[in-house]
């Protein structure tokens, strides 16, 4: 990577949480000032009284550089970051606040002139009862407007942040109470201090002519610069389109089969967007919630490597070498990704927590395969009552044992178990917990064919597989509508090699088999049991197994 890209990602890792919290910054501050203006509900004086303390804070020095550094900072890196999107296709809410946040200088850079230039240039103290003058009520229609243009805008901006957040939904209602309630007692705050300060009409000006001139005609050419440089991040936005139709061209191909053509530059989430393409994003495509990730199935050799803020999102949801964030994803050359999570049926879960298996993951785990021997014949000879009742007294009792030592039922398969253990323990603890599924086994079916005694002609026998390597792990099937419905399988040759060793036990006259894998991953005394080689379908070489005849008998 070269030093100009090393310092790019920097500067691209750098910005979201910059903005983020000058952000915060800026709503604490318009927070603390609409709640002030509240207090003009109570009276003038005391409306004056909470001023000077919020006044003493951020007109401090630390106050000061803390809050001129965030609104500079805020507006460069969002003007900036509107500068370079790729894409006009914007969710209704986002377009709100992004429109809202380019109108929000063209109002606030009056007011801020109107009040704090004239403290700072002229020593003139800008209470309320001389800032209520000028405003009321001639410039009421024009705050009202700064009001709702500020406070919607930070709302969003929170909004966006908190939604990826489990607990945001519990108090989701209340928080959308508290911010319809803030703005309007503040404006009602206002309105009351306004007209009485007009009712005293016994203010005068502190202001000399040249001083009121001078106010008059910067507020003025403050509102033409700001025009100016949103005309200017409009201009270089519809010029960078323009010139992206000259770029080269890449081919993004769907799981589904649809195919989009698109300049080099947009990122997969602009694309998809511009295409009309539902993916899902619920932070909006700012790096946070990980809901826009793909799978890459083609085409990621060409990729550049996921950047500190991608990366850190994918580490924490757990996501395979070829998974990327569609809102950091920009392709190069042509491409073909499969989205992981469906656009509109996105839960806050999705954004936090780990979900692996949806997009399949290869890991070590142990696999065990159980079976009733001569179930046909036992089956042929009894009514499907008693079928049915025996073999739902035995899946149970077994399926308890398993998921009691720490195994994952997988699934049924008439009358025979498919079991994984060490999905999140890891291969030892797993080949443990199945050894000890398998002893539970054991003497459960004892106390079964006890129970069942006068339904039985013969005791119920059974045969034992287990294997421990490599699987691939994933949710199969239909989804349900979304996903969660989705059972996790083990997929590979380590499943195979367990079915084979369940099937072994009739050959080898025993109950249970395991590999020798099993064995030394569980740290199993090597005197149990009779060692063997098998040839096992589907594999070369030979199988180290071990058989042993009880399974109550393990010493585990």
Same mark, same amino acid.
């Given at each position: 990577?070269?030093?100009?890209?090393?310092?790019?990602?920097? %500067?691209?890792?750098?910005?979201?949480?910059?903005?983020?919290?000058?952000?915060?910054?800026?709503?604490?501050?318009?927070?603390?000032?609409?709640?002030?203006?509240?207090?003009?509900?109570?009276?003038?004086?005391?409306?004056?009284?909470?001023?000077?303390?919020?006044?003493?804070?951020?007109?401090?020095?630390?106050?000061?550089?803390?809050?001129?550094?965030?609104?500079?900072?805020?507006?460069?890196?969002?003007?900036?970051?509107?500068?370079?999107?790729?894409?006009?296709?914007?969710?209704?809410?986002?377009?709100?606040?992004?429109?809202?946040?380019?109108?929000?200088?063209?109002?606030?850079?009056?007011?801020?002139?109107?009040?704090?230039?004239?403290?700072?240039?002229?020593?003139?103290?800008?209470?309320?009862?001389?800032?209520?003058?000028?405003?009321?009520?001639?410039?009421?229609?024009?705050?009202?407007?700064?009001?709702?243009?500020?406070?919607?805008?930070?709302?969003?901006?929170?909004?966006?942040?908190?939604?990826?957040?489990?607990?945001?939904?519990?108090?989701?209602?209340?928080?959308?109470?508290?911010?319809?309630?803030?703005?309007?007692?503040?404006?009602?705050?206002?309105?009351?201090?306004?007209?009485?300060?007009?009712?005293?009409?016994?203010?005068?000006?502190?202001?000399?002519?040249? !001083?009121?001139?001078?106010?008059?005609?910067?507020?003025?050419?403050?509102?033409?610069?700001?025009?100016?440089?949103?005309?200017?991040?409009?201009?270089?936005?519809?010029?960078?389109?323009?010139?992206?139709?000259?770029?080269?061209?890449?081919?993004?191909?769907?799981?589904?089969?649809?195919?989009?053509?698109?300049?080099?530059?947009?990122?997969?989430?602009?694309?998809?967007?511009?295409?009309?393409?539902?993916?899902?994003?619920?932070?909006?495509?700012?790096?946070?919630?990980?809901?826009?990730?793909?799978?890459?199935?083609?085409?990621?050799?060409?990729?550049?490597?996921?950047?500190?803020?991608?990366?850190?999102?994918?580490?924490?949801?757990?996501?395979?070498?070829?998974?990327?964030?569609?809102? !950091?994803?920009?392709?190069?050359?042509?491409?073909?990704?499969?989205?992981?999570?469906?656009?509109?049926?996105?839960?806050?879960?999705?954004?936090?927590?780990?979900?692996?298996?949806?997009?399949?993951?290869?890991?070590?785990?142990?696999?065990?395969?159980?079976?009733?021997?001569?179930?046909?014949?036992?089956?042929?000879?009894?009514?499907?009552?008693?079928?049915?009742?025996? %073999?739902?007294?035995?899946?149970?009792?077994?399926?308890?044992?398993?998921?009691?030592?720490?195994?994952?039922?997988?699934?049924?398969?008439?009358?025979?178990?498919?079991?994984?253990?060490?999905?999140?323990?890891?291969?030892?603890?797993?080949?443990?917990?199945?050894?000890?599924?398998?002893?539970?086994?054991?003497?459960?079916?004892?106390?079964?064919?006890?129970?069942?005694?006068?339904? %039985?002609?013969?005791?119920?026998?059974?045969?034992?597989?287990?294997?421990?390597?490599?699987?691939?792990?994933?949710?199969?099937?239909?989804?349900?509508?979304?996903?969660?419905?989705?059972?996790?399988?083990?997929?590979?040759?380590?499943?195979?090699?367990?079915?084979?060793?369940?099937?072994?036990?009739?050959?080898?006259?025993?109950?249970?088999?395991?590999?020798?894998?099993?064995?030394?991953?569980?740290?199993?005394?090597?005197?149990?049991?009779?060692?063997?080689?098998?040839?096992?379908?589907?594999?070369?070489?030979?199988? !180290?197994?071990?058989?042993?005849?009880?399974?109550?008998?393990?010493?585990?």
């Amino acid at each position: 990577m070269s030093d100009s890209k090393s310092i790019a990602s920097r %500067l691209r890792d750098w910005n979201n949480p910059v903005r983020l919290y000058s952000g915060v910054v800026l709503f604490v501050f318009a927070a603390t000032h609409l709640l002030n203006h509240s207090i003009g509900l109570v009276s003038l004086d005391a409306m004056e009284a909470v001023r000077e303390v919020r006044a003493g804070f951020w007109r401090s020095l630390p106050g000061t550089v803390l809050l001129a550094g965030a609104m500079v900072l805020h507006v460069m890196l969002a003007l900036g970051k509107f500068a370079q999107r790729r894409s006009w296709r914007v969710k209704p809410s986002e377009a709100v606040q992004l429109v809202f946040g380019l109108a929000i200088p063209l109002l606030l850079v009056r007011h801020m002139l109107g009040t704090r230039l004239p403290h700072e240039l002229f020593g003139v103290d800008d209470n309320y009862r001389l800032v209520l003058s000028a405003l009321w009520p001639g410039q009421a229609l024009n705050m009202a407007m700064l009001v709702v243009l500020v406070w919607v805008h930070g709302c969003l901006g929170l909004h966006f942040w908190w939604r990826i957040k489990p607990w945001y939904a519990q108090v989701r209602w209340p928080l959308f109470a508290v911010a319809v309630l803030v703005p309007a007692l503040a404006y009602a705050g206002f309105t009351v201090a306004g007209r009485a300060v007009l009712a005293e009409a016994s203010l005068v000006s502190p202001y000399t002519q040249e !001083q009121y001139d001078f106010l008059i005609g910067a507020m003025g050419r403050s509102v033409w610069i700001s025009l100016a440089v949103i005309a200017a991040v409009l201009a270089y936005r519809v010029l960078r389109m323009v010139l992206d139709r000259f770029r080269p061209r890449v081919r993004v191909t769907y799981a589904e089969g649809r195919q989009v053509m698109s300049e080099v530059g947009p990122t997969l989430l602009e694309i998809s967007r511009n295409n009309d393409i539902p993916h899902a994003a619920v932070c909006g495509g700012r790096a946070r919630c990980s809901t826009c990730r793909v799978r890459v199935l083609d085409g990621g050799e060409t990729l550049a490597p996921p950047e500190e803020t991608e990366q850190r999102v994918l580490e924490r949801v757990g996501a395979a070498e070829n998974v990327r964030l569609a809102c !950091q994803l920009v392709p190069a050359s042509d491409l073909t990704v499969a989205p992981l999570l469906p656009a509109r049926r996105v839960l806050p879960a999705d954004t936090v927590q780990s979900d692996k298996y949806l997009w399949g993951v290869e890991q070590t785990v142990a696999v065990m395969f159980a079976d009733i021997r001569d179930f046909t014949t036992f089956s042929e000879s009894r009514l499907p009552y008693d079928v049915v009742f025996v %073999l739902n007294q035995y899946l149970g009792q077994m399926s308890d044992a398993i998921e009691d030592a720490g195994g994952y039922v997988d699934k049924f398969i008439g009358d025979g178990i498919m079991a994984i253990f060490g999905m999140e323990q890891g291969a030892e603890a797993g080949s443990e917990s199945a050894l000890r599924a398998a002893k539970a086994m054991g003497g459960v079916l004892q106390a079964l064919n006890r129970t069942l005694a006068a339904d %039985l002609d013969n005791p119920i026998s059974i045969g034992i597989g287990i294997h421990t390597g490599p699987a691939i792990l994933g949710r199969i099937g239909g989804s349900g509508g979304g996903g969660a419905s989705q059972n996790i399988t083990a997929l590979g040759d380590t499943v195979n090699t367990a079915s084979r060793l369940e099937s072994a036990t009739k050959k080898l006259s025993c109950q249970l088999v395991i590999s020798q894998s099993t064995a030394e991953a569980a740290s199993l005394d090597e005197e149990i049991g009779a060692k063997s080689r098998i040839a096992v379908k589907g594999r070369g070489a030979r199988v !180290q197994v071990i058989a042993i005849d009880k399974a109550v008998d393990l010493p585990v």
